[in-house]
């Protein structure tokens, strides 16, 4: 029987949740989304759990979305682009407004929607060597529903030029972008990742963690709703558009893309 796509671990009431999807760089496709939203919820319901920790196996955190993906999208109707951007809405909302404390171990590259698994997270911690993108437009995507997040998170100046020019950045660069919240060193970060969420665990109230995570949501995110139902909606209508088609078609046949 091959192993889950997702695997879930409780321990000392930390909820270990891991990207197993190594041979695809734990590229998020709807099946991975689906059992990722599930985890959550497990973990959501368990009283025995206080903190979730996102991890990943491999060395990439999530290289965004696969080939067969990219592929299928391309033949979707405005309906079926719709309803999948709602799952990577669901997705994220979850993590976003989950009762639990949410820390990404990040120890590879999170690139485009691995990037925006990250940056939904409460905490980030990230080794030096992790690459970061939100590089959707240079495949003719538009990074829609993260930007409702990331714009809470760093600056306009900085968000325009992370989600304008799709560039990878370093983890150093991350941290002075507020986006990520600890670079730790790879021999490290297990330790120092689990220590921290025994500290919440021993030493914070979980309905005080859970209510003052809702107060600062309520506080930065009062048009989140509003913004994401626009941008599932600009998402869907940017996967029916010639740009897009030629920019995955381009990437699939590994041709430069000529803008």
């Not at 041979?23 to 991975?32: R, T």
């Not at 714009?151 to 968000?159: C, E, N, R, Y």
Request: include cysteine.
């Amino acid at each position: 029987m091959p192993e889950s796509l997702v695997l879930y671990h409780v321990e000392e009431r930390i909820c270990e949740i891991t990207l197993n999807r190594i041979d695809k760089k734990n590229a998020l496709n709807p099946e991975l989304v689906n059992l990722l939203k599930k985890a959550i919820q497990q973990a959501n319901d368990d009283k025995g759990v206080k903190v979730i920790v996102l991890k990943a196996n491999g060395d990439c955190f999530s290289a965004g979305a696969d080939l067969a993906y990219l592929q299928q999208l391309q033949q979707n109707t405005y309906e079926e682009n719709l309803a999948d951007s709602e799952n990577l809405k669901a997705l994220f909302t979850a993590i976003n407004y989950s009762g639990k404390t949410v820390i990404a171990q990040v120890e590879g590259h999170a690139i485009a929607g691995g990037c925006g698994l990250a940056t939904v997270c409460d905490f980030v911690f990230a080794v030096p060597e992790a690459k970061f993108g939100y590089t959707e437009v240079k495949l003719g995507f538009v990074p829609a529903i993260v930007a409702c997040f990331l714009m809470q998170k760093t600056s306009l100046t900085i968000a325009k030029k992370l989600l304008l020019t799709g560039e990878l950045f370093s983890a150093e660069e991350a941290l002075q972008y507020n986006l990520i919240t600890y670079v730790t060193k790879s021999e490290e970060i297990n330790q120092i990742v689990r220590n921290f969420a025994l500290d919440l665990c021993n030493n914070s109230s979980a309905n005080s963690l859970q209510k003052t995570k809702m107060l600062i949501n309520e506080i930065a995110y009062n048009n989140l709703n509003a913004n994401l139902d626009y941008a599932v909606k600009l998402n869907a209508e940017v996967r029916q558009s010639n740009d897009f088609n030629k920019g995955i078609s381009a990437f699939l046949n590994k041709q430069k893309i000529e803008w």
